[in-house]
């Protein structure tokens, strides 16, 4: 297959998925006419019609309310939110309802459906449009998670979310959609299984969405001066690959934890957690987390840069886990 960018690959794992099973729909403001804030749906209503696609009103918590009530009564909805901060305003519907129904409905009754966001920084869209909210989706029993960070991942991740019969929240970086490369199909790997996308035996970096490429670039700095560094992409938070992350910890003796939610309460808290419960007898340092200021996202391209992690930050703090 040719070079393709990340937004074409979601595109085309809808669109794959839709012909294959009618019961998919898709719902979100502007998803239809317009093709999504992203581009992500460009050209699908063309196919589908305004059936199957359907531009919605601007309410967050009536589009995932009645993505709830589809997906309860035999479709699978595909909810479109235009950025994950708007996440707050469904989160009755996303994480009391949705997450809880098969629970208390003693699994009579599933709720097969997807919820797409972007979020993250880099495109100066400030403190409302630029959060990194994937902790809060995490901390929610029944809600799955898939944070894709390459095109293949973005196609395969999507694909398998829009079979299962639970609600999967489906998370992509705004800083991505233009990302360019190949659908893989040597490297797709299951649902819920991280991927170590580089050896090495010094220490263990474990990071997910835009920060794999941040990682991956920061590696090659360390490479230059002595430095193995491992980097694992997790691809999903629920479910959450411990064994492949501890298995590698074991073997490098140190971890650095990479995200661009923020430090307090975010993911690497967790991640931190699990590999000191995992590899505590096998680390020969602590383990380092490295993460999103605790600030509202600025809207300054300068300010805004220096509120997440950089290459050069993800650097200097390997060079002081290895005491370099």
């Given amino acids: 297959m040719s070079q393709i960018t990340y937004r074409e690959a979601l595109r085309i794992a809808l669109q794959e998925s839709m012909r294959e099973d009618s019961t998919i729909i ?9 093709g999504g804030a992203y581009g992500v749906t460009k050209g699908m209503i063309e196919e589908f019609g305004e059936k199957r696609i359907l531009d919605t009103p601007i309410s967050e918590e009536g589009i995932v309310g009645t993505a709830v009530g589809s997906a309860m009564t035999g479709l699978r909805p595909v909810v479109e939110l235009m950025y994950v901060d708007f996440v707050m305003l469904a989160m009755d519907q996303l994480a009391n309802q949705a997450a809880k129904i098969r629970y208390m409905f003693g699994g009579q009754i599933s709720v097969p459906m997807v919820m797409r966001a972007q ?47 639970d609600p999967v929240v489906f998370l992509e970086h705004k800083m991505l959609y233009t ?107 602590p383990v380092l987390r490295l993460a999103g200021e605790d600030i509202p996202i600025p809207v300054s391209p300068s300010m805004e840069k220096e509120a997440v992690p950089s290459v050069d930050r993800i650097f200097s703090t390997a060079k002081l886990l290895l005491r370099k």
């Fill in 26 to 34: 898709l719902m979100g403001e502007d998803v239809g006419h317009y």
């Fill in 119 to 165: 979020g993250g920084t880099g495109r100066s869209g400030a403190a409302q449009h630029s959060q990194s909210l994937e902790a809060w989706m995490m901390h929610t029993p029944g809600l799955l998670l898939a944070i894709p960070a390459t095109v293949t991942d973005a196609y395969f991740l999507l694909k398998h979310a829009l079979k299962l019969s």
């Fill in 179 to 285: 990302l360019k490369g190949e659908i893989n199909t040597s490297d797709s790997l299951s649902w819920g299984q991280a991927a170590v996308l580089r050896q090495g035996s010094d220490f263990t970096l474990v990071t997910y969405s835009r920060m794999v490429h941040r990682a991956l670039d920061a590696a090659e700095k360390l490479a230059e001066i002595g430095i193995q560094a491992e980097v694992i992409d997790l691809r999903t938070l629920y479910p959450l690959d411990t064994e492949t992350i501890n298995s590698s910890v074991k073997k490098t003796g140190r971890a650095l934890v990479v995200t661009e939610d923020c430090l307090t309460a975010g993911v690497s808290a967790e991640l931190s957690a699990r590999i000191m419960e995992g590899s505590f007898e096998f680390l020969e340092e």
